[in-house]
């Protein structure tokens, strides 16, 4: 199995920055993407960020050029670097991993998710 952690959520002011980070750990074989994904209170859950083993990144229009997403391949871990937040980021922040296991199987892997609220 494989198991993703979140960690970097919290309060942050309009304007600040957070960092999330995501570690994947158990039988992996190799991790060909990874993501990052948000739902806020009523809202359906939307991609904001992905990046596959390559290297190559994708963002939804809303946070291109306030978010960086970047990714440890030694580590299995994904990072979201989240600047000039607004409090339409507001959201559950969920990482994303689709894992090849030493199985060998393929499967979509979710985080439990990590809160980020941008109030002042």
């Known amino acids: 199995q494989v198991q993703l952690v979140e960690s970097g959520g919290g309060l942050v002011q309009p304007g600040g920055s957070l960092r999330l980070s995501c570690a994947a750990s158990?039988?992996?074989?190799?991790?060909?993407?990874m993501g990052w994904y948000r739902q806020a209170p009523g809202k359906q859950r939307e991609l904001v960020a992905t990046?596959?083993?390559?290297?190559?990144?994708n963002y939804v229009d809303s946070v291109k050029g306030r978010f960086t997403i970047s990714r440890d391949n030694a580590k299995n871990t994904v990072y979201l670097q989240m600047n000039s937040l607004k409090p339409e980021d507001t959201a559950v922040y969920y990482c994303?991993?689709?894992?090849?296991?030493?199985?060998?199987?393929?499967?979509?892997?979710w985080g439990q998710g990590t809160q980020v609220t941008v109030s002042s």
């Open positions: 994303n991993a689709d894992v090849s296991t030493s199985g060998p199987t393929r499967g979509d892997y």
């Open positions: 158990g039988s992996i074989f190799s991790i060909n993407a």
């Open positions: 990046i596959i083993s390559g290297g190559s990144t």
